[in-house]
């Protein structure tokens, strides 16, 4: 049984280009959640998404940050015009359906920005 | 709002040491709580969790009860190894959304 996929596990852009961070949840899961470590920081919330559905974005910064979760494939988190503070650890978790199981989230080993 | 607060590293300790990380939360709602485990250059991992007041989690060793009266949830160990030497997180659940609210997150080193 897979765990939570992430790729690439590294990713290194320079300012104003694109990343594209993928996330493939556990086998029959269907939520999905993303979030970003900082350097000597802890985890933050910044969305959090349901099959062709974003739920809560109260995390992501207005500008440039997207996140998709299609029918068919991966969650997709999208930064655009990359910038050096975007440097960081993207993590994504997933966990079933259902309200009661909701709460137990598995995450993914990361993705690791690094804006030249 | 909500939020957790987790004691400052880096913890250090010797090999069979008892192990305290303290971690008090403010929540509105019934959340659930959680420790996570961070090796280095890995994801987190679920060390345990406690879903209601009074319910104890433990793994591995590890255990940590939901205190509601003094809002805690303090991990222990009674006797660490150095394959222990991680960065441990404390969680809450938002019981609307599911999204988790970390502490800052504590250093543990084990010497041998």
């Known amino acids: 049984n897979a765990g939570v996929m992430q790729n690439p596990r590294h990713l290194v852009r320079r300012r104003g280009q694109e990343a594209r961070l993928r996330c493939s949840p556990m086998?029959?899961?269907?939520?999905v959640y993303w979030y970003r470590q900082l350097p000597e920081e802890g985890l933050k919330f910044m969305v959090y998404l349901q099959k062709e559905n974003i739920i809560d974005e109260s995390g992501m910064p207005k500008e440039r940050f997207s996140a998709e979760f299609p029918k068919e494939g991966p969650s997709i988190l999208r930064i655009q015009q990359v910038v050096r503070g975007d440097s960081a650890a993207y993590f994504c978790?997933?966990?079933?359906?259902?309200?009661?199981?909701?709460?137990?989230?598995?995450f993914g080993p990361g993705t690791r920005l690094l804006v030249l | 709002g909500n939020s957790v607060t987790q004691m400052e590293g880096p913890v250090t300790l010797s090999e069979e040491a008892f192990l305290t990380i303290n971690c008090t939360y403010t929540?509105?709602?019934?959340?659930?709580l959680f420790w996570y485990v961070q090796y280095p250059g890995e994801g987190l991992q679920l060390l345990l969790k406690a879903t209601k007041a009074d319910d104890k989690g433990s793994n591995k060793g590890f255990e940590a009860t939901y205190r509601k009266e003094t809002t805690s949830f303090h991990l222990e160990k009674g006797s660490v190894q150095v394959s222990d030497s991680a960065v441990y997180f404390c969680?809450?659940?938002?019981?609307?959304?599911?999204?988790?609210?970390f502490g800052q997150g504590t250093t543990l080193q084990v010497k041998p």
């Open positions: 086998k029959g899961h269907s939520h």
């Open positions: 969680a809450l659940s938002d019981p609307y959304t599911g999204k988790l609210i």
């Open positions: 929540a509105t709602g019934y959340p659930s």
């Open positions: 978790a997933s966990s079933p359906s259902g309200r009661e199981t909701q709460e137990t989230q598995y």
